[in-house]
Structure formats: C-alpha cells, structure tokens
C-alpha cells in the first residue's frame, strides 16, 4: 500500500459536527455533508451531499445491502475516526481531509475531495508518483492508463487498430498497482482523468448526480475481483452452447445462405454450436428497415422451420435486434401509438437521422415501452430463437435534447445497455425460467455482469493492428467485472485477406471468453470458407475450444461463485513485481493455462515472461521452463505458445461436433507433475448446462482433485460431490500423469497395488478412475 504521498488538502472547507445514525456516519461541512457507509470491512461507500441537494439513494450499478457491522467512531481533538476490520478512514477537522487506510497503511486520500465547476462536478484524489492506474472500461491504451483523461461516454470507434482512447464499454472505475479499486457509482456522463496534467491527481467528473463512490479493498487482486462483484453482482453461467463456435458475419442474407453455410460446417467436420443472423433477418437493404424485427418472408420463408431444422443438428438461432425504430419500419406506427419511444422537450417522439434511416430509439427506461420491447423478443422466441444479440445500444447515436423518462440523453446515455440487458434477462425470468438467456450486448454499464451480458470489443479492423490490443481490452474488463469480454474472431472492419492473421486470431480465440469469427462479408469469416490448409488450422483450433470444454466451464463456473476473471493478468501471480502490471502480451487463463499469443506476421520465436509462482509446461510438447525466467520459444504455425502450470489438473473432453453432443460421463484429467509443486487442487464443474441457477438449486456435480507430493511418492485424492435435487453424469475420468521425471516403482489404488499396465519407465501414466465409491485416492510411489 502506498506509505508515500504528495498529500493536498481542502484549506476551504470546514468541519462542524458529525452523528453516527445506525452504521452511517454523516459528517457536516460548510458546504455540504459527507456520508459514510461500510457494506463490509473491505468495501467502504462515501457520498457527498452538497449543501441545498438531497442524498440520492438509488444506485443503478450496486446490488450489495450494507451489512450491520458497527464501524466504531472516535473523536479526537482534530480528527474523526471511523474503523471496520479492514477499512479505517479518517477526518482531519483543519484543513479539512479524508483519508483511508487498510491493515495500517494508507491507501488514498481525498484532494480537494468535491469542487462544482461551470460544467462538471468533480471528485477528486490524491495518488503516489509511482502507482499504476487500470480500469475506465474498455479502451486500447496500454495496460497502465495513468496520463489519460478518459471520456466517459460509451461510444464506437469503427476500425480502430493498436490504440483507441474511447469504445463502447466506459466505466467509472479505477484500479491501482496498490491494490485498491475505486467505484464511483453514478450513471451521467463525463471524464475519468488518470493524473493527465502529472499532478499526482486522480479525478471523477460527472455533469449531474450522485457524488457516490466506493472503496475496495483486499489482501490480493483476487479478493479485491470479488469484493467488487460481491457489490456489483456475479455472472450467471452461460448456457454451455454458449463455448462452442458461431459461425457469424455481417451477414447471411438468406434462409437458403444460412442452410449452405452450416451445411458445410457438417460437410467438413468442423464443430459449430450456433449461427448468428446480422440485420439482413428483417430487411433486404442495411438502410431503411431497422425496426422491422419480423423476418423478410421472401428471402427467410420459414424461419420456424429453418430454426427447427438448426437445432436439431445442434446449432442455437441468434437474432440482432436494434433500439432504433426508423420512421420508415413497420413497427414505427405502433411506437408511435404506444407511446414507447424517447421524446423531445413537449413529449413528442424524437427524431433524428443517422446512418440507418430516420429514427426514433425505443425509451428502455419507461416500463410501458420494456413491456412493448420485450414482447417483441417473446414472439420471436416462439419460432425458437436461442439467444440475442444487441447491437448499437450505446446508443450509436443519442443527441444531447432527446429525453426518456428519468433523464437526458447524458444522463443515461452509459446504462442503455445495461437496462436492455436488465430487460431481457427479467424477461426470461418471467417468461422462460428455465433457460438461460445468451445476451451479447455491444455497450453496457459497471455491474452489467449480472444480467448476464456478453461484452465484445466492437468493430476492430481486421488487421494485425487490430488483433494487438484485444488481450488489453479483455484483461482490462474482466477486472472490472464484465468477464467475457471477447473480440470478432478474424477482425471486423475492412477487406483485408490475410491466413496468418486469421488463423493466429482463432488461435488466441480458444484461450479467451467466447469463441466467435465474425466480419463484415467482403471477406469470409467463416473457417469453411478459406482456403485447406487455413480451414485445417481453423479446423484445429475450434476441435481444441471444444476438448477445453469441462475445463472453460469450469472457469465459468468460479466467475460465477467469485468474480474472478477467466482472463488474468500477469500480477495476479505477482502484486509486488511492477514489470508484471504492464504485460498484456501474456497472461493467465484460469489458474492454470498461461497464453502468449502471437500478435505479429512471420513470428518464429516469441519472448515469454514466465510467473515465479510456478514451473510450467508447454502444452504441446511437454518442454519445461523454469518459473521466473524470461525464455525465448519457438513459435510454430498450428499453434500459439500455451503453457499448463506445474501441479496443475487439465480435464478435457473427446471429440464432439456440437456442444449437443457432450458427454461428460468420461472425461480425460491431465496431472502436470513438478517435484516443485508440493500441494495443488482443482475443481470440475458439469450441469445440465442450460438451467438457470443450477448450482444454487443443487442441480449439479463437482468433482475435486487435490495432489501432495513428498521425497518420494505423490498422492492424488478424487472426490465427488453431487448436488442434492442432481443426477450425477460424470462416471469415469482417464487420468493422466504427465512430465513423470523419476522412474515410477509402485502405484496404488485405495491402498490396492494396481496391475493395469507395465508403468515403469513411462514418462505418462494412465489411471481409470470410476466413481463407485466416495473417494479415491491414488499414491505413486518412485524408486
């Protein structure tokens, strides 16, 4: 934590007295109150309420009820105290300051604290010269942002490449190399500055609202994830189809299209577990038709059939929909009439051009035009459309006098898409509870994770620039909670044809949130459309996504038990080394697989840092490199760098065409022994892979491995555990001992010399384990 700092404080602002009302410490000023606020001992809100305005109580983003610990207050002759177990924030009476500390030390420290100016409110921060910022949502600007001022105002950037100062996911977070998360928790637009005029100053400003921000804390960066999901909200799980392979573009223009392309998918062996339909479903022509949302009848004649027939070769139907209703669309007049749509100053519908057509945007916000919206999806849900995609919901275009029902355009401009998400998702909980809904959103908000909001990094070109800042902006929004985070498989924008890109995109694409190729059509984004020896790269990194399948599901399944990312930065292995909080180039998946993908043309080596935690193991070839050594690796064409972490347990699927078709009654566990990991564990995960909450309903199974080595035998323990209302799937695991460095004298199985192969002299070693009892336990022993 920081123990240096440049510390301003507010010389204009006096003290006059504080009270302490039932856990929420209000502290009077000259010009206004502050209120404090634990939720828990690591996660402390404060708000200020300037003189002549009310406390605005409702938050958009927080999920969390404070819990009823007491903090204790104490007052000293200049200085108030507010202590939790784990916050300790305190008030200097003259000159006027607040300050926070954890576990002793200081973390941050209000400057002027708040300050109104003609066009802005702002909070503002005092940070050490040497901290390292992160967070703002999703931008291309190298990992550590500290030198920006960051527009808060979701918005695309077509095309964009290597760097992109603002995209469509702007979050009022902040997080520091000192391990603190700053949260201001408040929807209106404005500007996160990151220290841009090398003040050691960190700022929010907003044009209106709450002046409400929250502190957390934790001992690692896992904890200070989960602290901050904890008050956000968690991911629900996917549907398991959900990892499989979209085959996507912008876009089929035809039933018959669609047909052809899966058809090849089949012809070719190549797995696929949905097709995305761009905005070619519900007009001939990209202008003039948005808001239609009904299918063209003479380009999709039986769309319940075409549907019908997908699903039964295990391919879901997603649909793009839009909030823009042009007034050229057949759903204008009912908008109109229903009184759905967001209004000029006299309560008419606002109009406006842009690239579409003309338009009016559907008001998200007024329950009337949720219940005209999401009746629209119940219909098309009726053909048996499987998941939603929600384009252009920044929304695109959102000019400043239009109104919807709680505010401005600006002030609910960044949470559009975070309440047609919230939309959706009460939706199927009202209607269809026992599905998961897919929602892939464009633009959402802090917290948007829980409605179970697919974020994608927007329209990147397709270029290697493009492909060289995805791993940032992924490892950027997992730490603020939105998970998966993904990219256009292959790049979205331009003509561009090029096999190595593509191939080298799909290959970082196994190791990243969702799997899915998608691009304007000028250039196929689809594997079975390339050339054969790109279709059998292609070929092979889509049959590795789905073999990872029990292992990303599982990961799945911890971010939705913990907020922990599924993509991990680097100083998540280790917080004290500062050379880790800038790589982006490398970083984790999982705890346990560590990825570098190649981002340059003509690679044949790569230089690799590898984490001190652990020794790893190149996952193709089993070459070991020492933990914390920098290494350099050879680079080959049919696959990117992947290394597996000593001591840890791999599960992995047989083949499969369509997530349809897994079968999670044997599974492969791979063990990667290192006579340096002394202890390891890992959990399995399986449901049925489509009930909402099926862990929380008990509907599921978990199997546990744990690994303890001494001098001269390692023991591994198998437990299951399965949920009180499950049926449990998983019968049988092959396991797999690999990287065996000593000659293997005995194994033993529940105390039982087993005899099923000649294992000496094997550097692998194969074991079935059947579930028949409670516990197994295996113990090889070396000579």
Do not use: C
């Amino acid at each position: 934590m920081n123990s240096v700092f440049i510390s301003a404080q507010n010389s204009e602002r006096n003290f006059k007295s504080f009270e302490n009302k039932e856990g929420v410490i209000s502290v009077m000023t000259s010009d206004g109150k502050y209120r404090f606020q634990a939720f828990t001992p690591e996660i402390m809100e404060t708000s200020f309420i300037p003189s002549g305005e009310t406390y605005i109580e409702d938050s958009y983003s927080v999920v969390l009820k404070p819990s009823e610990i007491a903090p204790t207050v104490t007052e000293e002759a200049n200085s108030i105290k507010i202590a939790t177990s784990g916050i300790t924030v305190i008030i200097n009476k003259k000159p006027f300051q607040v300050k926070y500390f954890y576990e002793g030390e200081e973390v941050i420290s209000e400057k002027t604290g708040y300050s109104k100016s003609e066009t802005h409110e702002k909070l503002d921060f005092n940070i050490a010269e040497y901290e390292m910022l992160f967070g703002g949502g999703a931008r291309a600007l190298g990992m550590d942002r500290r030198g920006n001022r960051l527009e808060l105002y979701n918005r695309a950037d077509y095309g964009y490449g290597t760097k992109s100062a603002l995209l469509n996911y702007t979050l009022p977070v902040v997080l520091s190399s000192e391990k603190y998360l700053l949260h201001f928790d408040n929807a209106p637009i404005g500007f996160l500055d990151l220290d841009s005029n090398n003040s050691n100053t960190l700022s929010y400003e907003t044009i209106s609202g709450r002046k409400t921000y929250q502190l957390i804390v934790g001992k690692t960066w896992e904890k200070i994830i989960e602290n901050y999901t904890l008050l956000t909200g968690r991911q629900p799980l996917p549907p398991r189809w959900a990892f499989g392979n979209f085959s996507s573009r912008f876009g089929y223009h035809s039933q018959e299209e669609v047909e052809k392309t899966i058809a090849k998918f089949k012809k070719d062996s190549i797995p696929v577990d949905a097709v995305i339909l761009d905005l070619y479903w519900f007009g001939h022509d990209i202008k003039g038709t948005m808001g239609n949302l009904e299918f063209v009848k003479d380009s999709f004649p039986e769309p319940k059939q075409m549907i019908s027939k997908l699903a039964d070769q295990g391919v879901k139907t997603i649909l793009v929909t839009e909030p823009f209703i042009l007034t050229t669309s057949k759903k204008w007049d009912e908008a109109v009439e229903k009184n759905v749509l967001a209004t000029d100053s006299v309560g008419n519908p606002f109009k406006y051009d842009f690239y579409f057509g003309n338009t009016g945007l559907v008001d998200i916000f007024k329950l009337k035009a949720q219940d005209w919206f999401w009746n629209i999806y119940k219909d098309l849900k009726s053909l048996g459309v499987a998941g939603w995609w929600g384009d252009l919901g920044e929304p695109e275009v959102h000019p400043t006098k239009l109104q919807h029902s709680i505010g401005s355009a600006d002030e609910v401009h960044n949470i559009y898409g975070h309440y047609w998400a919230k939309m959706i998702k009460e939706g199927y909980e009202a209607d269809f509870p026992e599905e998961r809904p897919f929602i892939l959103m464009r633009a959402g908000a802090a917290g948007s994770q829980r409605f179970g909001l697919i974020p994608w990094s927007g329209d990147v070109n397709r270029g290697w620039n493009g492909l060289k800042p995805q791993p940032e902006i992924s490892l950027q929004m997992g730490l603020q909670g939105l998970a998966y985070m993904h990219s256009d498989l292959g790049g979205f924008a331009g003509a561009l044809e090029d096999d190595e890109l593509y191939t080298r995109w799909l290959q970082y694409g196994v190791f990243q949130p969702i799997f899915r190729p998608h691009a304007q059509e000028d250039v196929a984004s689809e594997p079975v459309f390339k050339n054969e020896k790109t279709k059998a790269l292609a070929k092979k990194a889509i049959e590795l996504r789905y073999k990872l399948l029990p292992y990303n599901y599982s990961l799945a399944f911890e971010n939705h038990i913990s907020g922990k990312p599924l993509m991990r930065p680097l100083f998540f292995e280790e917080p004290e080394n500062y050379k880790m909080y800038a790589v982006s180039n490398t970083y984790l998946w999982g705890d346990s697989f560590l990825v570098s993908p190649v981002l340059n043309p003509g690679v044949t080596s790569k230089e690799v840092i590898f984490p001190s935690t652990n020794n790893w193991f190149d996952f193709y070839t089993g070459k070991k490199y020492a933990k914390g050594t920098v290494a350099s690796v050879n680079v080959v064409e049919d696959h990117i760098p992947v290394f597996v972490r000593g001591g840890a347990f791999i599960p992995m699927a047989r083949p499969m065409q369509t997530t349809a078709n897994y079968d999670a009654s044997t599974l492969d566990v791979y063990f990667y022994y290192d006579e340096q990991a002394k202890k390891s564990d890992a959990v399995i995960y399986n449901d049925d892979g489509k009930t909402p909450d099926a862990f929380e309903k008990g509907m599921f199974e978990l199997v546990k491995l744990e690994s303890e080595l001494d001098v001269d035998a390692v023991t591994i323990k198998i437990k299951k555990e399965v949920g009180k209302n499950a049926t449990s799937e998983i019968k049988l695991i092959d396991l797999h001992i690999e990287n065996l460095e000593k000659e293997v004298q005995f194994v033993y199985v529940n105390g039982i010399k087993y005899t099923g192969k000649n294992y000496m002299h094997l550097e692998k070693l194969n074991i079935p384990v059947r579930f028949d009892q409670n516990e197994t336990i295996i113990k090889i022993e070396f000579n």
